[in-house]
């Protein structure tokens, strides 16, 4: 578990001299802002915590190695949907996420073929309780990062290295030239975040999204910066990262699981 730290900066370098004395409105000023400044951040820690619960989808099926992207048809394998069931468990015995206040899904197959083994597990342990069922909403924002070798088997035909500088897209493994900047991946993740977080204040929310656009949304709350190395992601098929904010909205908590993590086919 991963928990926000309360830090104050403190600006350093070299800063002009002041000639004069502040006279006493300024004073007043200068105190009255730090005052605000100071209680609009012990309010946000006391508003209501809104839990936003991001599951990435199983394994897919994908006999040839293609880059499957945001292609349709792409649907779970045998064993994504073992370990889609295995989560989709593991969150029915979680009393906040059966008591989530909403659904939502990328629309793409893969992540609805998970959505719709989570949704099962979930509304039976809500009926047991007398909740209403839940529906999966789609959401666009939540889709995968589009890449430029869509439908192509890497290293392989038009994607080989050798072909249309293919190589010059991988120097930079934090700036991703194959395909759609983390910066805007951040900013679409953001957008749908905060918005939950205000429609949705103190309770829990489920999505089911891919593993870019999650990881890129938890590195950017955490550290700052939305790119990251593709070989340093920790979300795991089928994997639950929980994203806990106050009403400011502020990030306060990050929970990771991994509920499939030893699902195998027999």
């Not at 928990?3 to 000023?29: D, K, W, Y």
């Not at 951040?41 to 040839?64: C, E, Q, S, W």
């Not at 010059?168 to 679409?188: D, H, M, T």
């Not at 400011?248 to 699981?257: A, M, N």
């Amino acid at each position: 578990m991963w928990q926000a730290p309360v830090t104050f900066e403190r600006a350093t370098g070299s800063f002009p001299s002041i000639s004069r004395h502040l006279n006493a409105g300024e004073i007043e000023g200068a105190t009255q802002q730090t005052r605000q400044t100071t209680d609009f951040l012990k309010a946000g820690l006391d508003t209501p915590h809104t839990t936003l619960n991001f599951v990435r989808h199983g394994k897919v099926k994908n006999p040839t190695g293609v880059v499957y992207e945001r292609i349709p048809g792409f649907h779970l394998s045998e064993l994504g949907h073992a370990q889609a069931q295995a989560t989709a468990r593991w969150m029915a015995e979680q009393p906040e996420i059966v008591r989530s206040a909403a659904f939502f899904s990328s629309p793409l197959d893969r992540t609805l073929d998970t959505s719709d083994h989570i949704l099962n597990a979930v509304n039976e342990a809500r009926a047991e309780l007398g909740l209403p069922a839940l529906t999966i909403q789609t959401d666009e924002r939540l889709m995968e990062v589009w890449n430029v070798f869509r439908g192509q088997r890497p290293g392989k035909g038009e994607a080989a290295l050798w072909k249309h500088n293919n190589w010059k897209r991988i120097l930079n493994l934090k700036r991703p030239g194959w395909g759609e900047p983390y910066s805007e991946v951040a900013q679409r993740m953001q957008s749908f975040a905060f918005e939950m977080v205000k429609r949705y204040p103190g309770q829990n929310v489920i999505v089911v999204a891919h593993e870019s656009p999650i990881w890129t949304l938890r590195h950017v709350l955490t550290t700052g910066k939305a790119s990251s190395n593709i070989l340093t992601r920790g979300t795991a098929l089928a994997s639950v990262t929980s994203l806990t904010f106050n009403q400011i909205p502020q990030l306060l908590q990050v929970d990771y699981h991994d509920p499939a993590k030893d699902v195998t086919l027999s």
